[in-house]
């Protein structure tokens, strides 16, 4: 195991949101790896921990070595660089410059519509970000702010899965599928689709034959 203190216990914490796509990104990585850690899950509302940590409240945030690291690109490479024993730990493979445009342009140009889709339910859902009211509260004011009140976007659930361009998915899972290893833009892809688990109305299956 990669890191434990003197009464065994993991030093190695990643500080995140169950929700949050970025830590959903970073845990895929620690997970492949094999790294051994420990979830610590903060309140939506909790300002003042991530503020003690990086100066600013966000996640994910990886405690190592005593080192508070923000971002999850920053996270990632960290990871990666690891000097972990090959025999025991993965790699992610490196990046395909086709399947990478094909990821990213799909992803931005869907943003919108996932973001109106999950937004309103990830409040919703049985999070332990959202073990409060008081953590709701804030989590909703703040995103009904720049989104929109979110029973309206509740509302219009079949306008948005509309919106999302499956027929184009389709052709990036193929892409994913050559190959068995992972990398970093199928990690992307992966905490993008996971939220969308949350839409009743939406059967992935479904929208995957019917394109």
């Not at 100066?55 to 000097?83: A, H, N, R, W």
């Not at 990046?95 to 990213?104: D, R, S, Y």
């Amino acid at each position: 195991r990669m890191e434990e203190d003197q009464m065994g216990q993991k030093t190695t914490k990643l500080y995140a949101y169950q929700h949050c796509p970025y830590c959903v990104r970073v845990q895929a990585v620690l997970g492949y790896r094999g790294v051994d850690y420990k979830n610590i899950y903060l309140l939506d509302d909790n300002e003042e921990d991530p503020i003690r940590m990086v100066g600013k409240k966000q996640v994910p945030i990886l405690e190592y070595k005593g080192k508070f690291t923000p971002e999850s690109d920053d996270i990632i490479q960290l990871v990666c660089d690891l000097d972990l024993d090959q025999t025991k730990h993965k790699n992610l493979k490196a990046p395909q410059k086709q399947k990478t445009e094909a990821i990213h342009n799909w992803v931005e140009e869907q943003f919108d519509a996932i973001v109106t889709l999950t937004m309103p339910r990830f409040v919703q859902g049985k999070f332990p970000e959202f073990a409060t009211q008081s953590s709701k509260d804030y989590y909703t004011k703040k995103k009904q702010d720049w989104l929109g009140d979110f029973g309206q976007l509740l509302t219009e659930t079949e306008e948005s899965i509309a919106q999302i361009d499956w027929a184009g998915l389709n052709k990036v899972l193929e892409l994913v599928y050559k190959n068995d290893d992972l990398d970093k833009d199928e990690v992307i892809l992966f905490s993008e689709l996971i939220g969308l688990t949350l839409v009743e109305e939406l059967k992935l299956e479904e929208q995957s034959e019917a394109c």
